[in-house]
């Protein structure tokens, strides 16, 4: 069998099927046969039991949905910086009633020590308008998110989808009118109605409904060895996503307006959603869908207690502590990432006085670096499995440990370059959530991960409540002293999930010790403890 990476990996750390053979070597060699039949029977059984594709075949449109979230992250990208931009000329001009001449000049080269003045004293209220849209974009996709994992086991993982890309576009939609009365009446346009822009967005759950739906459309089509490599794809048309709208989006401003960068970002998703209606098959086959035995089946509390249920119920092999623990580290950077993105831009136009280009180049870098190199680091780290036994694990680690470093560095940093530094220390960044996510679906049956990463979404989407108004908040009282401190407090953040992962490794560690010990406990009995050692040793090529 050839070996690649995550190849024998099922669940955290899967047992070697090659080099560890002799450890694993227990009676007679007609045991060992007997035995290998047995689990692949029991394996192949648990394959058709939950796999849609073992029971039908796959069509290529299976693989469509990559470059649709790649068209929706470039769509996204492509414009965030630009509203950044916008809700700060707007507070200047319609919040603050400075003159638009004046205005014109914040974020620019052009800046006199007049406008910087001026500039410290917009961006406290540009933040405000920034939280409000964090807010109201938090509050209804999370209420709905607490239905998405179940309409998604009920329904199917594309009516998700389809909704939420709907969501994007409406919103690029109205931003883009917003901006044209804006563009004609030299600003006087209030920034607050760039919160309108997310209502259409947040009603159709945001960001919560299509992450689940992506990810349990990957654990749908792909098996436990090809798991991996689709989230790792799956994460990485994000990157790219985001690697080209930021590339486009300083030339894209500066050639013409913001009204047309948004109606671009609008072009996009709704040719993305058209792709999606006719091309992106349902992965969810009607047998395997969650079946209601009344109408009131799909009741709000009939989900809640389904949502519930499934997410607290007691789990063998130590699996509810780890799968806790894993979305307890997925959550920590969640809430690092939305709180770092409510005030990083402010923070690198007060520091630096960087340009809505000079922005989005830097974007462009961080978002390639991690993206190519992270790549990289899969084999990198495969090539050690024989020493860390868990690459998938170690990867997440290994990520998690990069993240601080690059946080770190961008708190102390006083130069320009020293923010470019910053992207170099966090070259494997990109990794955690695909191996985290990888570690949560191979922990599941598959009828239980839409509602498991329906309340990781939901938790997710409550985080920026407290996540962007606490890094507003730090940011508004050091910003006149040190205003890039919240990246030291984003590097401790960091360091609680390299303490929650390697505690997750110990326990991984400490398991399977003891699985050892039990196979070579049961070895004494020869053949009569077959089944015994045909279940252990199922269990630790599972692990």
Known sequence: MDEEPHAFENLVAKAQRSGDADSLRIGSAGSERSCSSEASAIA????????????????????????????LLFAYNFSSTVLKNKVIYQSCTAGLGYPDSVCQLLGTK????ETMKIEELVQPYAAKVTLAMRLVECFIPAFCGLFAGSWADHFGRKPLLMCSFLGYG???????????????????????????????????????????????FIA????????????????????????????????????????????ISSVCVFTALFLMALLLPESLAVGNRTLSTSSTGTSVLSM??????????????????????????????????????????????????????????????????????????VFFIW?????????????????????????????FAWESWQIYVAIGLGVFKSLVNPMCRSMITNLLPADERGKVFALLGVLQALSPLLSSTLYVAIYTQTLNTEPGIFNVFSAFLFGIGIILLGYVALSNIQLLSHMYSLLNISARFGTKSREIRCSMSQFLNDR
């Open 304 to 377: 809640l207690k389904s949502l519930w249920k499934t997410c607290s119920k007691p789990r063998e092999h130590q699996n509810r502590f780890m799968l806790t623990t894993i979305m307890a580290v997925l959550l920590l950077t969640a809430f690092v990432s939305d709180g770092s993105n409510a005030v990083f831009y402010k923070f690198m136009r007060i520091k630096f006085h960087w340009t809505v280009k000079e922005f989005t180049e830097y974007e462009t870098v961080g978002i390639l670096v991690p993206a190519v190199a992270g790549s990289g680091g």
């Open 170 to 216: 409406l919103q690029y939609l109205i931003s883009s009118a917003i901006d044209y009365c804006a563009m004609h009446t030299q600003g006087l346009v209030s920034p607050w109605w760039y919160v309108l822009s997310i209502v259409p967005l947040s009603c159709m759950g945001s960001s919560v409904t299509y992450s689940v739906a992506a990810v349990c």
């Open 220 to 263: 749908d089509v792909s098996d436990g060895r090809a798991r991996s490599y689709r989230m790792i794809a799956y994460e990485l048309a994000i990157y790219v996503g985001l690697l080209l709208g930021s590339l486009g989006s300083g030339y894209a401003y500066e050639a013409t307006d913001a009204y047309i960068v948004f109606s």
């Open 110 to 113: 052009n800046a006199t020590n």
């Open 383 to 411: 090539s050690l499995r024989k020493c860390t036994k868990s690459a998938v694990l170690w990867l997440a680690l290994v990520s998690l440990m990069s993240h601080c470093a690059s946080s770190l560095m961008k708190g």
């Open 44 to 71: 192949a059984g648990k394959e058709l039991s939950e796999s849609p594709q073992s029971s039908r075949p796959q069509s290529l449109g299976i693989y469509v949905l990559e470059p649709l979230i790649l068209i």
